[in-house]
Nanobody, 128 residues
Framework: QVQLVESGGGSVQAGGSLRLSCVAS????????MGWFRQAPGKEREGVAS????????RYTDSVKGRFTISKDSAKNTLYLQMNTLNPEDTAMYYC?????????????????????WGQGTQVTVSS
């Protein structure tokens, strides 16, 4: 059973930075897709960044390109999201997600239906 535990959220002023971490357990094999999603109050959950761990290919939603970086430390089974130049619109609950495939190498994806394991979330609040 896959378990994902996020940490690193908090409150920061606009222009600041945070690094989110997601420790994964129970993931076997190397053909994995992992991602970060966020949900602001009253809004739908949206994909922020994704990584295909086999090749290291990444994908970002337009609003975070150039500011956020997704990465993975395989030795620590940890996924990261480095968030720079934060603005109030980035305020949301951030979730880590994962999916493992045995028959193919998954591409990165920002679609919720492309994941089957989710963490509990970590809150990010950016004040102006």
């Amino acid at each position: 059973q896959v378990q994902l535990v996020e940490s690193g959220g908090g409150s920061v002023q606009a222009g600041g930075s945070l690094r989110l971490s997601c420790v994964a357990s129970g993931i076997t094999g190397r053909r994995n897709r992992m991602g970060w999603f966020r949900q602001a109050p009253g809004k739908e959950r949206e994909g922020v960044a994704s990584i295909s761990t086999y090749y290291g290919t990444t994908r970002y939603t337009d609003s975070v390109k150039g500011r956020f970086t997704i990465s993975k430390d395989s030795a620590k089974n940890t996924l990261y999201l480095q968030m720079n130049t934060l603005n109030p619109e980035d305020t949301a609950m951030y979730y880590c997600a994962a999916r493992s495939l045995s028959w193919t190498v998954p591409n990165p994806s920002l679609g919720q239906s492309d994941y089957d394991s989710w963490g509990q979330g970590t809150q990010v609040t950016v004040s102006s």
